[in-house]
């Protein structure tokens, strides 16, 4: 094993505008695990990702980008996209994550299923909800938490339609007062979701901050992930979730 390789392969399915989900995994992976990527495309880039250009995402043919993928022979794969999911439902992200896993044959990571495994994982069953999405992807996500069982009880979104380029764009400063917005005194953690926006380098700021746990989707990846191949390394300065022991 060396720094860059040989503990295990990632094979990422990421949508092609997404420019912060690869640096983010790269950031936080532990030593000896590579990183294997292929993009997805589904969505106009040009378009603001609203919940019809999510939708679109979520229901893209993976046949291609899969089949590419799989000449790295990753150990996991990660469908690197919250939203996609979110705009369809929980029962939609499970078998699409059967769907991945049929078709590769290797264990399968969702963004929003990660979410939801971090939460249970910290026992967070009310929340405070931040993301760039328009309003319509932030009332989906919400609904799509609240039929597994977690309430969200405060929400803090941007002020402005964002485009693909605009939620990538967002610097660590902006997410986190995002993500402080979000608090609530009866919230048992805080959620950031967004493949997109670089939550990561604010994570443990934010926890500074509000004293509570706070999840983002391309760290409850990364821990879902290790978790499934047994890689127990506890990750410093990404927020609680990865500073335990798997």
Excluded: W
Excluded at 118 to 144: C, H, Q, W
Excluded at 193 to 210: K, P
């Amino acid at each position: 094993m060396t720094p860059s390789r040989g503990r295990a392969r990632f094979g990422v399915l990421v949508p092609f505008t997404n420019t912060n989900l690869e640096p983010d995994l790269a950031l936080m992976s532990p030593a000896g695990i590579s990183l294997h990527v292929a993009r997805m495309g589904g969505y106009d880039e040009d378009e603001v990702p609203d919940e019809a250009q999510m939708h679109g995402l979520g229901a893209a043919d993976l046949d291609g980008p899969l089949h590419l993928l799989m000449g790295a022979k990753p150990d996991v794969v990660i469908y690197g996209c919250t939203s996609a999911t979110l705009t369809h439902g929980p029962a939609f992200d499970r078998d699409l994550a059967a769907r991945i896993s049929a078709g590769s044959g290797a264990h399968t990571v969702t963004a929003a299923g990660a979410l939801v495994h971090a939460l249970t994982a910290l026992d967070a069953k009310r929340i405070g909800f931040a993301s760039p999405y328009v309003p319509a992807i932030n009332d989906m996500a919400i609904e799509f938490l609240a039929e597994l069982g977690v309430e969200t009880i405060q929400r803090s979104e941007v002020s402005q339609r964002l485009g693909n380029v605009g939620q990538g764009a967002l610097d660590p400063d902006a997410v986190y007062q995002m993500g402080i917005a979000a608090d609530h005194p009866k919230a048992d953690a805080l959620v950031l979701s967004c493949t997109d926006m670089r939550s990561v380098e604010a994570l443990a700021r934010i926890e500074d901050t509000v004293e509570k746990p706070v999840i983002s989707s391309n760290q409850a990846m990364l821990f879902l992930a290790l978790q499934v191949l047994k890689i127990p390394d506890p990750i410093p300065g990404f927020g609680r979730l990865l500073e335990q022991s798997r």
